[in-house]
Structure formats: C-alpha cells, structure tokens
C-alpha cells in the first residue's frame, strides 16, 4: 500500500527435444537475458532437472536479476503434461517418465510455475506476438524431433481435463505403418517427423540418389539435421525435396482432420525445419490440407509458418504463465 | 414489472438424413408435445423447409400452444452449419446447399432460432440431461445415414468462428478407400456408416453368407435398416456381426485420433444403429480407441451409449436455444 509496486519479471522456457532454452522477460515482454544448453534426451530426469535449474540461473544472471526478482516461470515440455499438477506425462522422445517438473521449479526458485506443452506454449507466443493474432482457433504443428502439436481456442490453450491434448503427431496416417515412439504404429511422427525425414534421406544418399548429402553430410542420421537438408536441396538433391514434400503432404492429410474436427482457422507450422525450408512446407501441407478438407471449410483456413522462430515456446510459455498467475492472484483478491 | 411474467416454451427440432422431430418444452425441459415426419432428402430445400415449419406446426399445437408461446427454437442440422448466420452449409447426405433455416423460422415463428449441427445437439443434450453430465469434454459419434460429430467443451458447443466443427465422419481412416459424400476417399464415413455397413451386409447376403438377412430383409440397401442388422445378427448371421465389428473397429481409430488430440474424457455414442446394437459398438469401439491412444490418455476416458436415445437431439437443440438466447439478452440487458 503507498509503495512503488516491485517490478514483475518472468521466465520463459522451452524444453525441447534437443534442446532447452531460458528467457528473462520483463512485465511487458521485452526479453533482458537469455540461456541455451543441450537436452541430451538419454540422460535421467534427475539431471535433466539440474540442467534445467542451470539454465534458467544463466538467463536470470545475463538480465541481472535475481530468483527473488521471478514473478512467475512458464515452461513448455514436449509431449502430453498434467497441467493442473505440473507433471510431464511420458514423454515419447525423453528418456523421462512422469517428472514432476512444476514442484521441483516452484521448490528451486520459489514462485509460481505453469507447465505445458511446448507447442502450446509456441502457439500461444505466436497468439500474442506472432503470426497468429486474431486467430479464432489457431493449431500449431511443429515438426522436429517428434512432431508436436498445440492450439489456442478463443485465446486460452485448449486442453484437457488436466492434461494438455492436440497431439497430432500420434494421428494416424499410414494404417500398418513403422512403429512410432509411442509404441503405435503409423502415427504422423513416425513417418513425417525430422528423424523420419532424416532416416529417408540417408537411404537415399546411400543409394547414391543424394550425392551432395552425401559429400557434405553422409549417412548418420544424427549429423542429417534441418540445415543439411535444406543445403542438400539448394544443391540439387531433388530426391531430399520429394522426401520432405512426402513428408508435409502427410502432415496437411492429419491438418485436414484438425480442421474438419475443429474448423481452426490457423495452421501455424514451426520448427527447425520448418524455418529452413518455409516454403517447401507451407506450400505442400497447404496444398494436402486443402484438397481433403470438407468443402465448408476449404476456404476458412490459412497454413502459415510461425513469425517468432525459435522463441515462441519461451515467450509463449511466459506470457501464459502470466495469464494463468494472473488470473489465479486475481481470483484469489476478488 | 409486476406482472406474472408470461411461461417461457422452447422449440427443440432434429433435422436427421431419414426423419425429423420436432419437440416442444417448458421452461425446465418437460416435453409437452412432439411431431415427427420423414425428411426425404432428395426433395429441394424449399420443400424440406416447408416440411420443417409443418412439423414444427404440429408439435406446437400438440402442446396446446400457439407460435406466440415460443420463446425460442433450436434446430440441429447434419453436417456443418453456420452458427452465427443459422445457415445449414452443403450438406453431404441432403441434396441441399446452404439453406438459410434460421432466417426461413424466425419469419414463420416470430421468435430467435439457434442452429446447431445436430450430433453437437445431442451431444449438449447428453451432456445436460443425459449420460455425459459432468464432462470436461464429451465428444459425440453417431453413425447413422452418414456419422455426425460433436463436442461440448467446458459445458459449451465447440465451435469453429463462424461454423460448427467436429467433423468426424470425415477423418480419413483408409488411403484411397471408397469415394465418400463429401467429395473425398476413404472417410470414416465412407466406410463405417449406417449406408457402408448396409452395402456390405447386402453384399455378404448375395453371396449367401447372411441368409437370415437375405431371407428376412433381402439385398436392397435401402431396406437393410438399424433393426434389420440386429436381428440378422441375434439370428446367427455372424458375417453381419464382423461387418459391423469392423467399422466399430474404424470408428475406434478415429475416436483414437480425437482422443489424442482433444483429451476427452467422454466418448458418446448415439444413434439408431448403436441404439440397435449398443453392446456390439461400444465394447469394438472402446477396444480398438485404448488400443491406439497415447499411453498418457490410455485410462482418462469412456465409451459410452448415449442415455437419451432419439430425443437427444430435439431436447438438446431446445436447451441450447435457451442457453445461448438468455445468454443474449442477459447481456442486452445488463
């Protein structure tokens, strides 16, 4: 009462499959620091956590802040979460098994912290910030190391009862179909995913039809990342861009279910190989999407790739920890 | 002010591919009359709307009442319509095209007309009086004439920005399956409809593999109803009972698909044939959707009958009128 209220400070972090980033955000989303290390998936929860803790440190440091001056921390997580709970529910690409990562953030850094999905979270930065202002119902596809999925419906993450939901990646595409980390067969991931899209490009420079791949990049499915593929293509590798042309059609047959089950008027793709080959996807998931779509909604929809880049998840994921801390205190007051 | 205020009556109205019911309700939902006539889906629009105003006549007067006793209508429609201008648009099993049936009742009723697409009716009304109370998020499968969709999401229809959505009968579960209604190939509903499974019973009849079918019902596909099914079927025509297994079976992978993508808790199945032989869908349905949902939603949700039976649309319609028109004029008001 009387006293110049503290100024509010939040956390962004995306919890990627190869990946993890923390973001220092102030009260109105101007980004003041910011930390990136690998995820290195195979390792234990355990010291998963202890990396996660790490970074988010770096980033409060770089903005010269303090864990007291931590409003809040959203982060976004691949793969289903309880979100009531905090919890991250077997995720299909992390050697992790239900971590309770909400209670362990709010425990290291003592303040509120708001679990997600991270293609949610990316969904909802691009809902804020990005490319997806004004969208009714946008639905994000962000194809890596899975394929994960999010949706923002009328402005709030749409989800379970406690879990997050949109899981398109486990939408099955190819009845019979190679096994998927989910332990099903056939799923949109297991045949349209980075790794997928990897795995056939390899085949093919090792059966010589990918000679610059080939030369530069060669057959280890580990070293044929986003960038490599897009060069290979660059370079004339024709046989690469069928192969991720294969791959966005398989992605627009599972976006024309998200749209004839939810009418979204948004598809936002994302992701690494996403940003290095925008057009190449956007064109031929547009294309698939359209063509299968129900004739009511075949010109209700647009498929866009994602404005924010690689920190969507991050501000996304701070922005909706601030909504949801928001609303809680608020509640909590009235 | 003062006065007693003046009984408020709802129209409830089911627009089904084969028949129509019209059903009139007092202000808390007991039924007071109802009409029902054959829809005749290859007549013109003008025809079917003439139809619509008849029944809707006879269900009033029924009740006892006249049109100025209506405070509101709701009418649910197949396939998807435009909630906002309560346009039913092209719809795949009528040989209608974006007929404006809010516009032609308000004219004829002198009151507010709510259009809705009719499995999210009966999914509403399952969800407010019948056997999906209390749901986060109960999703709607009735395989009929084609296979309606819908969902009530946090006690709300689930909705595109204009349009209704939930589209299921037009997920795609067979690559170049059999050319659907809709223009497409290998929708659910091409083959897992009420239409589908009456062509392969017909079929299995000819080759002499259902002979109580062939006996009772014969091989035209027009006549090979609901009952007609289940009665082959208690008579020993087990080829029927694998017919009808099998598009339990692909409408259990679509429900997979909505599953994962939505986390809903309740899965209703409605309609005539599920009416006729709920045991037989339900049991394949639940087995083949936990067979293939992700491992975090195998244990979040059911498979149930619907507990209203063909009334749900009808009551559905008519609470949603309500709900939406008193959500209206609260606001007008406040």
Redo the contacts between chains.
Sequence with gaps: MGKTPTPRHWVGFDLGGTKMLAQVFTDDFKSLGRERKKTRPQHAAASGLARISETIRGAIREAGLTAEDISGIGIGCP??VDMDRGVL??P?NLAWDTVDVGAALTKEFGCPVAVMNDVDAGVYGEYRFGSAKDS??AVGVFPGTGIG?GCV?RGEI????S??????G??????NGPVCG???RGCLESVASRHAIAAAAARAALRGEAPHLLAETGTDIANIRSGALAEAIAHGDTVVADIVREAARLIG?AV???V??????TIILGGGLVEAMPELFTTNVDRAARK??????RD?FQVIAAALGDDAAAIGAAAWARHVIHEKSSKGSG
């Excluded at 749409?158 to 009862?161: A, E, I, K, T």
């Excluded at 486990?170 to 009845?175: T, W």
């Excluded at 004839?260 to 008027?265: G, P, R, S």
């Design positions: 793969g289903p529910l077997s299909p009714f119902c999925g419906y749409l989800r379970g009862r879990s997050s939901c949109m899981e398109i486990h939408c099955h595409v190819v009845p989910c332990g099903q047959i024309s279910t998200v004839n089950m939810l009418a979204a008027d299968r779509v129900m004739p009511a909604y209700a």
